[in-house]
Nanobody
Framework: QVQFVESGGGLVQSGGSLRLSCVVK????????MGWFRQAPGKQRELVAN???????SYEAFVQGRFAVSRDNTKNTIYLQMNNLKPEDTAIYYC??????????WGQGTQVTVSS
């Protein structure tokens, strides 16, 4: 069974930074694109950024220039460096393979709270 274990969230002031990590167990990530998603209270879960198996990256417009996604296949881990955080970035952040496979499930996520 595949597990996604996210960490690194916390409470930070507007303009601050956080670095999220996601350790993947039960699946070798080098064969997959990987992505970060987030879900704010009362909203749908949305894609934030993804890193392909060839290390190419893409970002949603609302984080472009502020967030950076990366991967370390030797550690089976992906990262999300978040800079210049805004209150609207407050959400639970999750990682998953991209595209998502029906056999896998979401992890617990890590809470990011940005105060104004």
């Amino acid at each position: 069974q595949v597990q996604f274990v996210e960490s690194g969230g916390g409470l930070v002031q507007s303009g601050g930074s956080l670095r999220l990590s996601c350790v993947v167990k039960g699946m070798t990530i080098r064969h997959y694109g990987m992505g970060w998603f987030r879900q704010a209270p009362g909203k749908q879960r949305e894609l934030v950024a993804n890193v392909a198996f060839d290390d190419s990256t893409s970002y949603e417009a609302f984080v472009q220039g502020r967030f950076a996604v990366s991967r370390d296949n030797t550690k089976n881990t992906i990262y999300l460096q978040m800079n210049n955080l805004k209150p609207e970035d407050t959400a639970i952040y999750y990682c998953r393979e991209v595209p998502r496979r029906p056999a896998n499930f979401w992890g617990q996520g890590t809470q990011v709270t940005v105060s104004s």
